[in-house]
């Protein structure tokens, strides 16, 4: 069964870090996996999504980076802001289970301090 | 290009009672999963439908229902409800039309408070 992972469960950073949120799963056989941000009591908005065959996706300030083999992604965020806290959720698409189920992590709550 | 929409976004009910959670997907989109999303579990996939079909179910009681329509739209419902089924129920739709680049997108959720 897929299991995801997110390290840190928590990071406050100073306005203008650039950081890395770590994303870890088990079972390599995937699709793709997405990167979520959710504002507090609001749905998630979908940041990126790199498909199996990649290494990397692009997005302003943000690049997330895919290593199918060991299992693991990062999302790197640059020149950090305050409107970047949020919760930041990491997903993968399972090829062992249907295209509409994601298995999430349990996600890294970002503080951006000014 | 109107996002997935859920109605409603909040609810109290007592415990017994039923509830219906309607989720609209984007326009094209074929596919709705449900989601419930407490702080003790994180995000928990309740069911997937595809063309009015079940494909996929999650791991929760029988007490958890759903449906969808022909124009897409999906409905879930919560018999009996309890307590520990407070929650903020999410809604996703895709397109199905590429397996590597099949992205879902969120509704705003139903915040459900069961007394």
């Known amino acids: 069964k897929q299991e995801v992972t997110q390290i840190p469960a928590a990071l406050s950073v100073p306005e203008g870090e650039n950081l890395v949120l770590n994303c870890s799963f088990t079972?390599?056989?995937?699709?793709?996996l997405q990167w979520f941000r959710q504002d507090p009591g609001k749905g998630l908005t979908s940041l990126l999504l790199?498909?199996?065959?990649?290494r990397e996706q692009t997005s302003g300030r943000l690049n997330a980076s895919l290593d199918k083999s060991s299992g693991r992604s990062t999302l790197y965020i640059a020149a950090s802001q305050p409107g970047d806290s949020a919760t930041y959720l990491c997903?993968?698409?399972?090829?062992?289970?249907?295209?509409?189920?994601?298995?999430f992590g349990r996600g890294t709550q970002l503080t951006v301090w000014p | 290009k109107a996002g997935v929409t859920q109605t409603p976004r909040y609810l109290i009910k007592t415990r017994g009672q039923q509830v219906t959670l309607s989720c609209s997907p984007i326009?094209?989109?074929?596919?709705v999963s449900w989601y419930q999303q407490t702080p003790g579990q994180g995000l928990q996939f309740l069911f997937e439908?595809?063309?009015?079909?079940?494909?996929n179910k999650g791991n929760f009681p029988g007490r958890f229902s759903g449906r969808q329509f022909s124009n897409s739209r999906s409905e879930m419902n919560v018999s009996t409800l309890e307590l520990g089924d407070s929650a903020l129920y999410l809604c996703?739709?895709?397109?199905?039309?590429?397996?590597?680049?099949?992205?879902?997108?969120f509704g705003p959720g139903t915040r459900l408070t069961v007394l």
């Open positions: 996703a739709s895709s397109k199905r039309t590429s397996s590597s680049t099949d992205t879902q997108y």
């Open positions: 079972d390599s056989a995937i699709y793709n």
């Open positions: 790199i498909q199996s065959s990649q």
């Open positions: 997903a993968v698409n399972d090829r062992g289970s249907t295209l509409g189920r994601l298995y």
């Open positions: 326009s094209g989109h074929r596919s």
């Open positions: 439908y595809f063309s009015e079909t079940q494909r």
